[in-house]
Each structure stands twice: as structure tokens, then as C-alpha cells.
């Protein structure tokens, strides 16, 4: 078994694929309402604490899969740790998150692409819940799904060389920016520094997080990278400090490019500030706005590459447990990849734009509160197993492990009490507790069927 996959991802490509995975559309999207939320200085500081937070559950991690280098991650440390109900537990609300970034891409793909092509609305096949449902949008994100399923179906070192070409195309975009705020930017647009109500950090620090999902993908193709143990949990923190400077380096740039009163009034700040930059109007993007488009684009397309990798490998080593069927263990003879859970989650996107953007919406804020719950589960496994396998070999050893592993637990425990009603992020409800009680109960039935069988 120590062959079923092909052993070919190497140290760039592992970065690749995490940084891809946590640099999605948000940095062009979102960054003027970070901003105009929390000030310069107040989003720097939200980032800069919500990545060291995101440091201490990466430690965790980094520990784990250096210790145990096997394709599902969670799955492997839970179990050991915790054992086998535990470990359906996690990994079944990773899967959640994986597989619904990976359908929200299909409609998110589209909505970007739209800046640069309008033309590619052909007209309103129906609306659901609100939502339009344009056709093609739909071609779009068909079209999209079926090339990002087809690169992972035909080997993780093809995923992982187009993973490595985009985000090159990505790191262009930001250094158009950083280097247009380095030769004009002013330091008095980046004024207030803080913003009134100061709370406005504490709104952007909820939400750095949700903007660090994606380093714990490596674990997941972990028998696929051809690195030594300890090489692999390294790569692991510096493709969370990667990210988090990025994040750092997007928003001081767009606020040196962009005035707060022309911020608040912005769709795409990013974008608006690198055509200011570089010459042209904010209403009027140029080579450098619409370069930053195409890299928001290409966060798009690398979150999904690497979710969609990841969700496969979580449904292999579930159906290996023996809660899925096991035609999702059925590895290509050829491209060594799992490709009856590709084309599955393929199929799946490929349906996504049909039911409209409000309820993937629904999806992916669910998402973030399931992965959050795997965070929980592999901070206490690393406490549990430093306490009962104390000379278990960790070629990735860390120091202080009580307090990165309790400070790790607290900050899960922390992130999800700002799902629950009693906050301003809490998910909605009906539709978003409505779609996890509806997951958890269809894992409930799985978990009792093997119960059953044994």
C-alpha cells in the first residue's frame, strides 16, 4: 500500500498548493471592506494576530503530519489519538468544508470573470432564493469544473505544476500593486490608522481565519510529497506566514493607492488602487487593475485546484475506513490519483451554478464552522498524543507543546463561539444550521450503518 499513490510533490510545490489554497478572490474583493472596517493600521494588526493564532493550530499540524505522513491527515491523527468514532467525526466535517469551497468556486469563477468579460451574461435561465441563475455563468462555471476536475484526474503533479503557473501569475498581480504603493503612494490616504469604533479590528480579525483555510491540504496528499518529515511541517508554517504577509502587503498597498472616502465607495480595491497607481482613474481600469483581476482569478482557481485535492483525498481514506463505498478507494492505474472521488466531486461542481449563489453562500459559511471543529479535533489529538506517545518519533518536534496546543484549543473554542447566535458573525438561521444538521445527520446514518455491519 505504500505505493498507491505517486510520491512527486516537492518543496515548491507543497507552497504552492497551501498558499494557493489561502490566497483566494477575497484580497481583491474584500480588502477596501477591511479597511474602511478597521483602519491601516487596525486591519494590520487584526492579520497580524489572526495569523499567529492560525500559527498555533498550524504547529500543531505540523507536528502531526510529520510524525504520521499519510494521505487524509486528520483522519490518521484523530484516530490514533482519539480513535476511529472520533476520527469520522473530523473528518467527516472536513469533507463538508473541502467539498463546498469546491462547488462555491464554480459560481464564484464566473462572478469574477464578468469584470473582464460582460458579455459572458447570455441571459436568466430562472432565480433561486433570490439568486440569478444566468446561463452563462453556468457554461462558465461548467466549463471551469470540468478543466480544474481533469487536471486533478490526471495526476497531482500536473494539479500541482498548474498550482505553481498560477500562483506565479498571482505573486505578479500583488508586486504590480506593492511596487506601484512603493513609488507613489502617500501615507496620508492611509489615514484614519485606527477606525471609529475601534471594534472594527475586532470584525476583520473573525474574519483572517476563513482567509487561512488551506495549509492543512498538504497533510492530506502527504504520501504524495517527496520530502523528508520534518521538511513537510516547516513548509506547513511558512505557507501560513506567506499568506499572512501577503494579506499585510495587499492591505498597506491599497490604502497607500486609495483616499478612505474613495475606499468606502469601492467594489474592488485592489484593483481600483493599482489603476490609481499606475496613472489611470479608479473608475477606469488599466493594465494594472485588470492584472489584479486576472490574479484574483487565479486565487480562484488555485483555492479550487487545492480543494479539490484535498476533498478527494478525505474521501479516499473515508471510504478506506469503511464509511463510504469503496469504489472511492479505486486509485488510477496509471495517474495514481483517486479518481472515482475526483470525478464525483467534479460531477458536483459541475451542478453548483445551477442552484444560484445564496445557497452556496449558505454552503461556505457552514464550511467555515466545520472546519473550524477539525481544528479542535487536531489540537487535542496533539495534546493527547504528546501525553500518551511521548516517544512516538517527531522528526517536526515543537517546543512549548502545552502552550501551543491548549493555546490552539482555546482559539478553536473561540472561533466557533462566533458562529453561535450571541455574535455579530453567528451563521443564520434557519439556512446555515439547517445545512449542518442536515450533513451531520447523513454522517450520523453513515457512522450507524458500519456501526452495523461490525
Not at 40 to 69: D, K, N, Q, R
Request: proline letters at 5%; aromatic letters at 12%.
Amino acid at each position: 500500500m505504500a505505493d498507491r499513490f505517486a510520491k512527486v510533490l516537492r518543496g515548491r510545490e507543497v507552497v504552492a498548493l497551501a498558499f494557493g489554497a489561502m490566497i483566494g478572490w477575497s484580497w481583491v474583493l474584500m480588502t477596501g471592506v477591511w479597511l474602511t472596517a478597521a483602519g491601516t493600521l487596525g486591519t494590520v494588526i487584526a492579520f497580524a494576530l489572526g495569523g499567529l493564532a492560525i500559527t498555533l493550530v498550524g504547529l500543531t499540524y505540523s507536528e502531526l503530519a510529520s510524525a504520521m505522513p499519510k494521505t487524509g491527515g486528520e483522519h490518521v491523527y484523530t484516530r490514533r489519538a482519539l480513535g476511529a468514532d472520533w476520527s469520522f467525526a473530523c473528518t467527516w466535517a472536513l469533507l463538508f468544508s473541502y467539498l463546498n469551497v469546491c462547488l462555491f468556486e464554480s459560481v464564484a469563477l464566473p462572478t469574477a470573470l464578468v469584470y473582464l468579460f460582460p458579455e459572458i451574461r447570455l441571459g436568466t435561465l430562472w432565480h433561486v432564493l433570490g439568486a440569478e441563475v444566468d446561463l452563462g455563468f453556468v457554461l462558465v462555471g461548467i466549463l471551469g469544473a470540468a478543466i480544474i476536475t481533469w487536471v486533478n484526474y490526471i495526476g497531482v503533479r500536473t494539479a500541482a505544476f498548474v498550482q505553481t503557473c498560477v500562483t506565479a501569475v498571482i505573486f505578479l498581480a500583488g508586486l504590480t500593486l506593492f511596487t506601484g504603493a512603493a513609488l507613489g503612494g502617500s501615507v496620508e490616504h492611509a489615514q484614519p490608522w485606527l477606525a471609529t469604533p475601534a471594534s472594527g479590528v475586532l470584525l476583520v480579525l473573525i474574519m483572517v481565519p476563513a482567509m487561512l483555510v488551506g495549509f492543512d491540504v498538504i497533510p492530506q496528499s502527504a504520501e504524495e510529497i517527496d520530502l523528508p518529515p520534518r521538511k513537510l511541517g516547516r513548509l506547513m508554517i511558512i505557507s501560513v506566514f506567506c499568506a499572512v504577509l501577503w494579506y499585510i502587503l495587499i492591505a498597506l498597498s491599497t490604502s497607500l493607492g486609495m483616499p478612505d472616502a474613495a475606499l468606502a465607495q469601492s467594489e474592488m480595491a485592489t484593483a481600483e488602487a493599482a489603476s490609481t497607481l499606475w496613472g489611470a482613474s479608479a473608475a477606469n481600469l488599466n493594465w494594472a487593475g485588470i492584472l489584479l483581476v486576472v490574479g484574483g482569478i487565479g486565487g480562484i482557481l488555485t483555492s479550487w485546484n487545492a480543494f479539490i485535492l484535498g476533498a478527494s483525498r478525505v474521501t479516499f481514506v473515508l471510504a478506506e475506513s469503511g464509511y463510504l463505498p469503496p469504489v472511492f478507494t479505486r486509485i488510477h492505474p496509471r495517474y495514481k490519483t483517486p479518481y472515482v472521488a475526483i470525478a464525483t466531486i467534479g460531477i458536483l461542481s459541475m451542478l453548483a451554478p445551477f442552484f444560484g449563489r445564496t445557497i452556496l453562500v449558505w454552503l461556505i459559511n457552514s464550511s467555515s464552522f466545520a472546519i473550524t471543529i477539525a481544528f479542535l479535533f487536531v489540537a487535542t489529538s496533539f495534546l493527547v498524543l504528546r501525553r500518551s506517545e511521548p516517544e512516538m518519533p517527531r522528526p517536526f518536534k515543537v517546543s512549548h507543546p502545552n502552550l501551543v496546543g491548549y493555546g490552539a484549543v482555546l482559539l478553536s473554542v473561540g472561533l466557533l463561539a462566533a458562529f453561535f447566535p450571541w455574535s455579530n458573525s453567528a451563521l443564520a438561521w434557519p439556512e446555515e444550521w439547517l445545512t449542518i444538521m442536515a450533513w451531520a445527520f447523513l454522517g450520523l446514518c453513515l457512522w450507524l450503518r458500519l456501526r452495523l455491519r461490525k
